[in-house]
């Protein structure tokens, strides 16, 4: 095979001319003078802002690539319904899903083919005679490839059931390490495994794209690693330079979405980026550079979501308020609308000097913003708004607007849920990797997303961000707005399947949910995530089966007595275990997450921790579960335990630099590693292979792993204690 081939930067150049060949690929970008498909613009409702200044801003919301590939991440859309409600010209979208059905498409791959094959001379040298095969292989199916993979995405998006008889047959699909999986010894599936075969293709694709062309690439979470890692926003700007994909695919998406939306006169355009995940990062900052050219210093550009929340709560890296105005922080309705308040009467006062020559008559420049982070005047230093209450004898005019924004937060948080007008769901993909129906319920189903409350109504497990506002304000959604919001979403899209998602559904909520499904002539289908805790009774459980719920997510953590009780999990073990029980006798699957390495966990209290997950497994009392390795954090109880000196035998090792700040590390954490592996290994067989009587020793090979402790608890009798076998 010829991997240099001077053909092929005529070829590259044609194809990277991205307006040429990804235009016609952006679809689902609605014209600056529509909402959504032609329909009417919600009423203009007046905002009742500070200043006494409201005037319609033109707002662009942008989910940055990659979060999810099923459904739309929610953020953009709540806040979309924010703007709209008070009147705002909101334009909301999803580029992450648009971005990638430019890459996994006939066009975008052949650009994608031409690069590879431009840089595969330098990578050989890099690579062993396996993987060098592997790349050839990719090389010589380019066609089947280019030929396939608009029908794939057709398929895996609804659009073309038929399909799947084709990849039943086979013939014409491209085989890689992924597919042959999936195809096994028979060279062959059924029109069952139809998903999961072309879900493997586009698997296939992402491991040539990140061994060939962009080594950052995932398609879920895109360099997640590089923002986890970072000490300095610089970090970061050279990923955003050094990114083929996001340089070649998302720079022209951008581009076009930016030129949908001119700018009217000398008014300013709000830019709005939500960074949920560290792997959005990069693309956000590519977003925000592209928005300045286009927009100039009209663009007032604001960097929102969990990430953000939770990493960068204290940054002080200067170089990143050279990138965006504002950090917003928590359910960022507050901040945007201090913010709006905050450039809208300033431009105001700024047009009243200008025309009058006087001191202006408009209302002043209010002092307060809520809930962001900003540069302060002198440009050199960031400033940030005290989310908590200011003392009103101490500047009562900025008590008084402080507390009118956390007013607005909290009614906003309680009545704001999207409909989600302009979301395209067509284009999203139901894609199958596993075939654990947990899994496949995560991944391959349309979801349309809310929230049934904001913040946890525990607030004290030892490892959470329990200090963060977004974890200890707790507050209940107003359930007949939420009820409406999903009614509209419903009977605009057609879909009727609901996931709760951020914190725990109260579990009285969703009694009072089922009963209202139960009544509806066409009920929601709807699960999120929940705590383990004794108010899941069987009756509970059977109501809400009965009433829609089909599955639950929650935290295990440490399944063991022990290991629940030093993290303050708020449960016993025999408790979590007749709670599961319910869900079982219920009919409603069970997700469980688990972390491993808390500081003072034994090795023996890891292993019985495993042991009791493989037996829950086995049992059918949950259905899957993922392992996270612990990582202590800043606004954790266990960090503020610490600080107060009542956690004498943790020694945090805070990170050097000023970007984020939030996760740290701790003495005697490596001590860890071995059960990486382990447990990674363990878990995929249980949960994905059905593999569960294996036993844990069988998954400790290698040096390390061989000198961990075995399992000691008897799962199984505690099962029977509980009375739940």
Not at 37 to 60: D, H
Not at 104 to 129: C, D, E, M, P
Not at 513 to 523: D, Q
Not at 625 to 643: N, P, Q, V
Request: with cysteine; proline share 6%.
């Amino acid at each position: 095979m010829d991997f240099q081939s001077t053909a092929l930067p005529t070829e590259l150049q044609r194809l990277n001319k991205a307006h040429l060949y990804l235009k016609s690929l952006f679809w689902s970008i609605p014209k600056s003078e529509n909402v959504s498909n032609g329909q009417e613009k919600f009423r203009q409702i007046p905002s009742p802002t500070l200043s006494g200044y409201n005037k319609r801003m033109q707002c662009i919301l942008l989910q940055p690539p990659f979060t999810q590939l099923n459904a739309p991440y929610p953020a953009i859309w709540y806040l979309d319904r924010f703007l709209r409600d008070r009147g705002h010209d909101s334009h909301p979208y999803d580029s992450s899903i648009m971005c990638l059905r430019s890459i996994f498409s006939a066009v975008g791959l052949r650009a994608i083919f031409a690069q590879a094959r431009l840089v595969a001379g330098t990578k050989q040298k890099q690579q062993n005679t396996v993987v060098r095969q592997r790349i050839a292989d990719y090389f010589r199916q380019e066609d089947d490839y280019c030929h396939s993979i608009e029908a794939i995405c057709a398929y895996l998006s609804g659009e073309d059931p038929g399909f799947a008889y084709r990849l039943a047959v086979g013939a014409g699909i491209p085989s890689g390490m992924r597919t042959e999986a999936v195809l096994g010894e028979a060279g062959g599936i059924q029109i069952d495994d139809a998903p999961a075969l072309a879900t493997a293709v586009l698997n296939d694709l992402s491991d040539f794209i990140r061994g060939t062309v962009d080594s950052g690439f995932e398609t879920v979470r895109y360099a997640e690693r590089i923002p986890a890692s970072a000490s300095s926003f610089e970090t970061i700007l050279n990923a955003v330079n050094n990114s083929w994909i996001l340089q070649n695919f998302y720079r022209p998406l951008l581009d076009d979405i930016f030129s949908r939306h001119p700018r009217h006169d000398s008014e300013p355009v709000l830019v709005c980026l939500s960074v949920p995940f560290p792997g959005c990062l990069a693309a956000a900052v590519m977003a925000a550079q592209c928005a300045r050219q286009h927009y100039g210093p009209a663009a007032i550009i604001i960097l929102g979501g969990g990430y953000v929340s939770t990493e960068l709560r204290t940054t002080e890296d200067q170089l990143l308020f050279r990138n965006f105005d504002y950090l917003a922080y928590d359910g960022g309705y507050g901040a945007l609308l201090s913010i709006i308040d905050h450039v809208q009467s300033k431009a105001a006062k700024a047009a009243a000097s200008a025309a009058t020559r006087a001191t202006p008559t408009t209302p002043a420049v209010p002092t307060a913003l809520y809930g962001t982070r900003w540069l302060d005047s002198s440009g050199l230093q960031p400033s940030v708004v005290p989310l908590q209450n200011p003392v009103a004898e101490q500047d009562p005019d900025y008590a008084r607007q402080f507390q009118h924004y956390r007013e607005k937060e909290n009614q906003a948080i309680a009545e704001i849920h999207p409909d989600y007008r302009a979301a395209d769901f067509s284009q999203y993909l139901r894609i199958v990797d596993s075939p654990n129906p947990m899994h496949r319920l995560w991944n391959n189903t349309p979801w349309l997303k809310y929230r049934m409350a904001y913040g946890c109504y525990w607030q004290r497990c030892a490892f959470c961000d329990t200090q963060l506002h977004y974890i200890k304000h707790y507050q209940l959604t107003d359930q007949s707005r939420l009820l409406q919001a999903m009614e509209d979403a419903a009977g605009e899209h057609k879909l009727y399947g609901i996931h709760f998602v951020d914190e725990a559904m109260p579990p009285r909520l969703v009694r009072s949910l089922a009963a209202i499904n139960r009544s509806r002539k066409r009920p929601f289908t709807f699960w999120g995530n929940i705590r383990f805790d004794k108010s899941w009774t069987a009756e509970l459980c059977a109501e809400a089966a009965a009433g829609g719920l089909v599955a639950v997510s929650g935290g295990i953590e440490i399944a063991s007595g022990k290991g629940l009780q030093i993290i303050d999990k708020g449960f016993t073990l025999n408790q979590l275990l007749v709670c599961l029980a319910n869900f079982k006798q219920a009919g409603i699957l069970v997700h469980a997450y688990l972390i491993y390495g808390f500081p003072g966990q034994s090795h023996q209290d890891i292993a019985d921790s495993a042991e009791m997950v493989r037996v829950l497994l086995a049992e059918g009392l949950i259905d899957s579960a993922f392992w996270h390795r612990f990582i202590l954090t800043t606004y954790s109880r266990l960090h503020g335990d610490y600080k107060a000196g009542s956690c004498k035998n943790l020694q945090p090792l805070y990170p050097s630099g000023s970007f984020a700040e939030n996760d740290l590390g701790f003495q005697g954490e490596a001590d860890y590693d071995p059960w990486t592996a382990v447990l990674d290994s363990a878990l995929a067989a249980w949960a994905d292979e059905g593999q569960t009587e294996l036993p844990l020793r069988h998954f400790m090979k290698g040096q390390q792993s061989t000198r961990l402790p075995t399992p000691r608890v008897q799962a199984l009798k505690l099962l029977r204690e509980a009375g739940v076998i």
